[in-house]
C-alpha cells in the first residue's frame, strides 16, 4: 500500500534538535571559559602567595656566614620546592653593605617568573663596628660621669696584649681592620637612637631571652661535659675559649634596674632600662640600655656600649672599646639578630605584577 | 461509489493542531529559558571577573605603596602614585653631571613627563623626586642583572650617596564610576578595566579609618554584594 501522507515533524524536531544543542553548547563553552579564568585566577593567587610565603621565610632566615664574603652587586640564589607552591627560586642581592634585595620566583607551568621583592636590611657585623666607632655612646641629652677608664684602644700590639685570649679567639685582621678602617675611634659619642642600626630596642628586646631576675651573677655552666644553654645567667665562658662555654655567646634582655654582680659573661645584653655591673663584674661584647648604665666597684666592661640615658663609671671600673670582643658577640649571634628587616614599609618593592 | 465511512478530520486537525501548538511551545519555552540561563550565567560570570580584575588590580597596585604617603582615597576615587618599575642604583653617573646611574626593570620605560621618582636608601630613607630625564647609558653597572636596562637618570633634586634603590611611578586614579572600575592616569580620561556590571547607586569605596575597602553591588540578578578588602591604612 502506498503512504502518499507527507509531515514535516522529523524535520521539525531535527531543527529543533540543532537548537536546543547549539545552544547548550554555547552555554558548555561560556561556562568552561569562565571556569578557565576562575582557574587560572585561582591558580595565579596560589603562586604568588607561594611567592610570598618563601620571600618571608627566607626574610626571617637572614643571610648566613657566605654573606661575608659577598660584595656589594653579588647575587646568591637558592633554589628549594615548597610542597604547596612549587619549585621557587629565592634571589638575595646585595645592594650595600646592609641593604638587601630579595626576592622569591615561583615557576609553575603557565606563570613562569611570578614573583615578589622586599628591600631588607640585615646587620653586617663589620658595618656595625664601623658605624659604632665609639667606646660609648649616649643620649643627645644624657651626661656621663667618668670617674674610671673609658677609652678607645688605640694600638694593634695594646689590643693584642690587653688580655691573653684576645690572641686566641681573635683573628689578627680584627685588628688590623679596625686600624685601617677607623681612623681615630672616639671615647664617648652621641646617638639618636638606643639601636643597632634597624635593629631598635623593640626590636631587640623581642629577640633577647629576658633574664629570670633583676640580679644575677653570669658565668659559664657545664653539665656533662657541655654547655648548658637552658640557665640564662650562663653567659659563656670568655676566660677559657677552649672549654665547652667558650663559644657561647649570649643574647640577654632585662627590664628595669638590672644588676650584674659580679661573673663573667660574653654577648649581647639589652635592657630597657638601667643597668648596673657591680662586683667586678666583666663582661665582653656589646650592651645597649635605654636608661643609665651604672659600671662600678671594679667592673669592665670591653666591646661596646650604647646607654641611652647617660653613664657612670666609678673610679676602679672600666668601659674599653674592643673590636674583637663586639665584632666576636655580633658574629656569633648572627642567628638570632640576622633576621632581615624591611627596608621599606610597602608590602611589595616590586617587581609588578598580578597580585591577590 | 460512495463510502460509508464517517470521517474524523475536524477532531485530528484540532489534536494535531494542539498537539504541534504544545511542542513549538515547549521547544520555544526550552530555547527562551536556555538563552535566559546563558545571559544570566554570563551576566554572572563577568560580575565574578570584574570583582576578580578589582581585588587583583587595586590589592597589587596598594601592596606596592603606603597609605598616606603613596595613595589617598576619597568618597569617590582612590588617587595614588602607581607603581611602574624598580631600579637598582649603580651610583652617580661618570660624566659628574649630577645623574644617576641605574639599571632599571619594569612594565614600560620610564617617561619623564609623566613619572616620578622614589628613591630609597641604605638606612631606610626615602626621597621622592621628579624624573627630568631618562636615557640608556653607555656607562657599565655591575649591579645590573639580565634582563634590566642601564639608564641615566636626571632628577629635580640634589643626589647623595646612599641611594641603593629606586622605583618609578606614574600619577594615577582608580573610580568605580560607570557601572566598571576605570583608571585614569594623571589628566587623561577614564579608562574600563572591568565589563560594565555593578549597579553604580550601592557601588563605590569604603571609607574605614584603618582599612580601605570596596562594595560592589551587581546589576539585578547578577550575585549579591560582594565586599573586598584591599589594604591597612596604617601601614602594612
Known sequence: MKNDERGAVLVVVVLMAVALYAMAHGLLLSA????????????????????????????????????????????????????????????????????????STVERARFTGVASERLVWVYDVLERILEMSYALAIGPSATASLAGTVRASTTNEEREVADATLRVVCDPWWSAWEAASVEAPVVVATVETPALGLLDLDQLLARASRLPGATGTPG?????????PTDLWNWGDPDRPWRPCGGHFVLRSGVGVTTVAGGVGQGVVVVDGDLELTASARHYGVVVVSGRLRVAEGARLEGLALAFGGADVAAGASIVRSVCRAGLALDALRDELG?????????RFGPRGVAP | MTSGRRGVSLPEVLVALTLGV???????????????????ARGRGDTVLAARVVRSVLRGELAHGVAGRDWWVTADS????????????????????????????????PEPAKDSVELVGSDGSIAYFDLLTASDALDPC??????EVVMRW?????????????RVFERGG???????????????????????????????????????????????????????????????
Open chain 1, 32 to 103: 568552561r571559559h569562565a571556569l578557565g579564568t576562575a582557574s587560572i585566577g585561582a591558580s595565579l593567587l596560589e603562586v604568588r602567595v607561594a611567592a610570598d610565603a618563601a620571600l618571608e621565610e627566607a626574610r626571617l632566615e637572614g643571610v648566613g656566614r657566605w654573606a661575608d664574603s659577598f660584595g656589594v652587586g653579588q647575587r646568591r640564589v637558592v633554589s628549594d620546592t615548597l610542597p604547596w607552591g612549587g619549585p621557587t627560586r629565592t634571589t638575595w642581592r646585595r645592594l650595600g653593605r646592609e641593604a638587601w634585595l630579595l626576592g
Open chain 2, 174 to 236: 582608580y573610580h568605580l564610576t560607570g557601572s566598571a572600575l576605570r583608571y585614569r592616569s594623571g589628566a587623561g580620561g577614564r579608562q574600563p578595566l572591568t565589563p560594565e556590571v555593578w549597579d553604580d547607586r550601592d557601588t563605590g569605596w569604603r571609607l574605614d579609618p584603618a582599612s580601605v575597602s570596596v562594595s560592589l553591588r551587581p546589576t539585578s540578578g547578577h550575585g549579591e554584594v560582594w565586599g573586598g578588602f584591599f589594604a591597612w591604612i596604617d601601614g602594612t
Open chain 1, 220 to 228: 659559664p655552666r657545664e653539665v656533662a661535659g657541655s654547655c648548658d
Open chain 2, 142 to 147: 655591575v649591579l645590573a642583572v639580565a634582563g
Open chain 2, 22 to 40: 504544545f511542542v513549538v511551545h515547549m521547544g520555544w519555552s526550552t530555547i527562551r529559558g536556555l538563552e535566559r540561563f546563558e545571559e544570566h
Open chain 2, 154 to 166: 636626571v632628577v629635580d633634586g640634589p643626589l647623595r650617596d646612599r641611594w641603593v634603590a629606586a
Open chain 2, 78 to 109: 582612590l588617587s595614588l602614585r602607581a607603581f611602574r618599575g624598580t631600579a637598582v642604583v649603580c651610583g652617580p653617573s661618570a660624566d659628574s653631571t649630577g645623574a644617576l646611574l641605574v639599571a632599571y626593570a619594569g612594565d614600560r620605560r
Open chain 1, 339 to 347: 633576621v632581615g628587616i624591611p627596608l621599606h614599609s610597602a608590602m
